[in-house]
């Protein structure tokens, strides 16, 4: 099994700030790929953003310049600054084996097999 257990998420007003969690136990998490997606009500879920064993990082252009990946700690990190409404949404951690050293090149769903159980971002307007 992989242990990610996300925390962080709440209820803010658009143009605040959080700083999401997510917690490695009993594995060493930069060995990991690992990566931020978040889902709505009805809708498939996508890759925010994405850091390999490197620190190579990868933002989805819709949160470029607002959010930040980063690892320390054992910990897999997101601050998210400039909330707008339509960043409401579970966020959830996922990570990936590296396969022949390497990760996915795209931050898909599909690409990832171990998750957390999600925290819940609101944003009031």
């Known amino acids: 099994p992989m242990p990610l257990v996300e925390s962080g998420g709440g209820s803010v007003q658009a143009g605040g700030s959080l700083r999401l969690s997510c917690a490695a136990h009993?594995?060493?998490?930069?060995?990991?790929?690992m990566a931020w997606f978040r889902q709505t009500p009805g809708r498939e879920r996508e890759g925010v953003a994405a850091?390999?064993?490197?620190?190579a990082i990868k933002y989805t252009d819709s949160v470029k310049g607002r959010f930040t990946i980063s690892n320390a700690d054992n910990t897999l990190w997101l601050q998210i600054d400039s909330l707008k409404s339509e960043d409401t949404a579970m966020y959830f951690c996922?990570?990936?084996?590296?396969?022949?050293?390497?990760?996915?090149?795209?931050?898909?769903?599909?690409?990832?097999?171990?998750w957390g159980q999600g925290t819940q971002v609101t944003v009031s307007a």
């Open positions: 996922a990570a990936e084996v590296s396969r022949y050293g390497n990760c996915p090149a795209d931050v898909r769903v599909d690409l990832y097999t171990y």
């Open positions: 850091i390999d064993r490197r620190g």
């Open positions: 009993g594995f060493t998490l930069s060995s990991y790929c």
